[in-house]
């Protein structure tokens, strides 16, 4: 690899996320690139195509982007693979795929990278391009979670949960929405609300159910802003106090919680 594509690589940690690519905030030199590109060099390839995909240094043009990460990807280059399929999948410059996008993914996936893994189980799990396996979506969030990931620890605390893919296990969905929610996944915080509030999985503790719907309502959740609101209105793990009740109640209701709305009603009718 040559002293410039080391350089690029460095400033250039490029990785599309929901299809977007974030490139540094100075333009790296397109002619260089493209005349690298146009020699063969993957890596700058696969630069030359996420600089057409953010308009970074040249006019965006989708079609250019995946032009180019085709070629890098054909490469074997893991990160051009891996955008590849998210073009496929968002349909960026090509028709929408996502059988294409499962290939691109599963290739690049064989070389590691964790968002390829989330990428992958939500395919299998959505049935996108793929048919619905419940079995193979775990096997993708497990290795994703594995990798500390708050979103699969997540997602497989839910499906062992809920029984897909995975034998219906509380003890296990605790653990996972414990990890996710630990580095302040909202999801998994009102998860283990939830698990805390009927005792699944663990001793039911309306202190810690309490405890955990706060956490997720402080970050927005309109849910869990209308249990908080009703555990302090009505006493449960809280001291009462129907005052902080009702502001939170009213919270989830101008956050669009319909249910929180109904109930706020109910309250300022009595």
């Given at each position: 690899?040559?002293?410039?594509?080391k350089l690029?690589i460095?400033?250039?940690i490029?990785?599309l996320i929901a299809?977007?690519?974030s490139?540094?905030?100075m333009?790296l030199d397109?002619?260089?690139?493209?005349?690298?590109?146009?020699?063969?060099d993957?890596?700058?390839?696969f630069?030359?195509?996420?600089?057409?995909?953010n308009g970074?240094?040249v006019?965006?043009?989708?079609?250019?982007a995946?032009?180019?990460?085709?070629?890098s990807?054909?490469q074997?280059?893991?990160?051009?693979q891996y955008?590849?399929g998210?073009?496929?999948?968002?349909?960026l410059?090509v028709?929408?795929?996502h059988v294409?996008?499962?290939e691109?993914y599963?290739k690049?996936?064989?070389l590691?990278?964790i968002?390829?893994?989330?990428?992958?189980?939500v395919?299998?799990n959505?049935?996108?391009g793929v048919?619905?396996?419940?079995?193979?979506?775990?096997?993708w969030?497990?290795?994703a979670?594995s990798?500390g990931?708050?979103?699969?620890?997540?997602?497989?605390g839910?499906?062992y949960?809920k029984d897909?893919?995975?034998h219906q296990?509380?003890?296990?969905a605790?653990?996972?929405?414990?990890?996710?929610?630990s580095?302040?996944n909202i999801?998994a915080q009102?998860?283990l609300?939830i698990?805390?509030?009927?005792?699944k999985g663990?001793?039911?503790?309306?202190?810690k159910?309490a405890?955990?719907?706060?956490?997720a309502?402080?970050?927005?959740d309109?849910?869990?802003?209308f249990?908080?609101?009703?555990?302090?209105?009505?006493?449960?793990?809280?001291s009462?106090?129907?005052?902080?009740?009702k502001?939170?109640i009213?919270k989830s209701?101008?956050?669009?919680y319909q249910?929180?709305c109904?109930?706020?009603?109910?309250?300022?009718?009595?």
């Amino acid at each position: 690899m040559t002293l410039l594509n080391k350089l690029l690589i460095r400033k250039l940690i490029v990785f599309l996320i929901a299809a977007i690519l974030s490139l540094p905030a100075m333009a790296l030199d397109f002619d260089q690139t493209q005349r690298l590109a146009n020699q063969g060099d993957a890596e700058a390839q696969f630069i030359l195509g996420a600089m057409y995909y953010n308009g970074e240094g040249v006019r965006q043009d989708y079609i250019k982007a995946v032009e180019w990460t085709q070629k890098s990807a054909d490469q074997g280059v893991g990160s051009a693979q891996y955008n590849l399929g998210v073009m496929y999948d968002k349909g960026l410059g090509v028709d929408q795929d996502h059988v294409k996008a499962i290939e691109w993914y599963q290739k690049a996936a064989n070389l590691w990278d964790i968002n390829v893994e989330m990428k992958l189980s939500v395919m299998y799990n959505k049935s996108l391009g793929v048919r619905q396996d419940h079995v193979k979506a775990v096997e993708w969030y497990q290795k994703a979670a594995s990798q500390g990931d708050a979103n699969a620890q997540y997602m497989l605390g839910s499906m062992y949960a809920k029984d897909k893919g995975v034998h219906q296990d509380y003890v296990k969905a605790i653990e996972w929405y414990q990890k996710a929610a630990s580095q302040g996944n909202i999801n998994a915080q009102f998860s283990l609300g939830i698990m805390y509030y009927y005792g699944k999985g663990v001793r039911q503790d309306y202190a810690k159910a309490a405890e955990w719907f706060q956490k997720a309502a402080s970050q927005g959740d309109t849910y869990a802003q209308f249990m908080t609101g009703f555990m302090y209105y009505s006493g449960k793990g809280v001291s009462q106090n129907t005052v902080t009740g009702k502001e939170w109640i009213r919270k989830s209701c101008e956050n669009g919680y319909q249910e929180g709305c109904d109930y706020y009603q109910i309250l300022n009718e009595r």
